[in-house]
């Protein structure tokens, strides 16, 4: 924009799109320069006229709807040697200043999430280490643990982080530990989208349930079987993922060596730690022959 001194437009060109379309003969720093911007470019101009000296103003405004940035020079200049004006070049930034954002945003997001998985890291760090008898046993289960989720991780990563789809975290579960078509185990019903934080945390049950059929239960048994099935009921907005394994064994049967059904730790992962985490509710229950966990949350 090219502006004499007595406030009359010369020339304009290429002006960024959220600036008013009007013709030359028509604009004013009210018309072109309202919602905030007129007193910022009125002083610019005062400062240039008075001192000679180029000014740099950035223009910036937000609502609900908008988010535009200008990168504004202001210059003494003669479009005819004798008559003084002012050239005014603007720089649209809003673009740039939108990825800065998102990329701050996701940062943060990076940054909360980090610290999450790290909080959940040393919370079974801790707690493996309290139920574990020797350093091989702590090191098996604690490898196994980082290992589902890192698992559920990885899905939730190549989604861009909005979240791992169930029926695939299931599938990357249990691949780490049977076959594919392992046809003991039977995998079933609706599939849904869970968001980073129910990925994890149901990861980690899933993989606590699997631990525990290797170890004890269905797959360390001719002819134990499992049914994984996930139900998405039509009336109450809930989701329900229920692990059925018929193991052909007794309960006592079914312990581990130091007399535990399931280890302690794994039996808070079931019972208390992904339901507080997904405002759901678990129900585990050991009985002859079966093994059966059911798990309610909100979707």
Partial sequence: MVKSTDD?????SMLPDY???LEVSEMSDQALFSGGWFEQIQEAQRKVLTTGEEGVVELSRANA???QVCHCTVQAYEAVPGSPAILMTFVDLTMERKREETLKA??????HRSKNLLAIVQSIANQTARNSTDLEEFVGSFRGRI?????????VTDSNWRGAMLKELAARQLARYVEESDPRILVSGDDMLLEPNAAT???LAL???IANALAHGA???PGGRISLYFHRPVDDGKFEILWDEQTGRSPEAQSDPSGRTVPSFGSAVLMRVVPAALDGQAEYQIGPGRVQYRLVFDV
């Fill in 19 to 21: 600036f008013p379309q």
């Fill in 147 to 155: 290992a589902a989720m890192s698992s559920a991780q990885d899905l």
């Fill in 207 to 209: 993989h606590e349930l």
């Fill in 65 to 67: 709807n908008h988010y």
């Fill in 106 to 111: 996701l940062l943060r997001e990076l940054s």
């Fill in 201 to 203: 945390h149901i990861g």
């Fill in 8 to 12: 009359q437009y010369l020339y304009a």
């Fill in 219 to 221: 797959l360390s048994v």
